[in-house]
């Protein structure tokens, strides 16, 4: 059984925003018996792997998360959320599987997963980032996201049976990444809502909009 705990993450000197914290009482309201922990520089080893202690120390705090949801689901187990995750209802029907994750707009959603501790699949992952920098030979980061890392080369490695349980989008995120649009179902778990990824996200709308009107530009002249 997956253990009734709520991991999230919060490094650097930034305090936390009121909308998290809307967030964070939502965990709280669907899983009042869950314990939920912070991780943080207090009690995570920033330094345990070269990619974790230059993602730190380059400020690209993401991605020192990205190592650490890994080692307190193997260590511990329960359940990560993203700091942007809104929760809708219990996981307790989603304890039972040794575990899960969901899918997401291009593949395999890192924002949710629920594991056992010793998953082997999350410590095949784990090995993948401490083999690795995340200041590449040429001094810039590499900033592959984990969803890309997971869904392309973890899971190929691994058989059906050690691969975690596979929910359709709309369980534990039902948002598009692309267009925000949010579709609640009656399965639906959590909505990630990738605040993080939105200034990203518009950006790319923009320049596909000013091509767009570019193109339409030169045709009509």
Known sequence: MIPKTIH????????????FLRLLQTWRNHNPDYKIIEWNETNFDVDMCVYSREAYLTANYAHVSDVCRLYVLLT????????DVE??????????????????????????IGAVKDAKWLKLFMEYYKSRHFINMWGHPNRTPNTQILTSIILPQLSTHERPTIFPTEYFCAKDWFSGKVSVTDNTVCIHHYVASWKRRKTLRQRISIIISGLRIRYFQ
């Open 8 to 19: 999230y993450c919060w490094f650097g000197p930034k305090e936390k925003p009121k909308e």
């Open 87 to 112: 929760v809708l209802s219990s996981f307790d029907s989603f304890l039972k599987y040794e575990s899960f994750v969901c899918e997401e707009h291009d593949g395999i959603g890192t924002g949710v």
């Open 76 to 83: 511990q187990g329960g359940v990560y959320l993203d700091t």
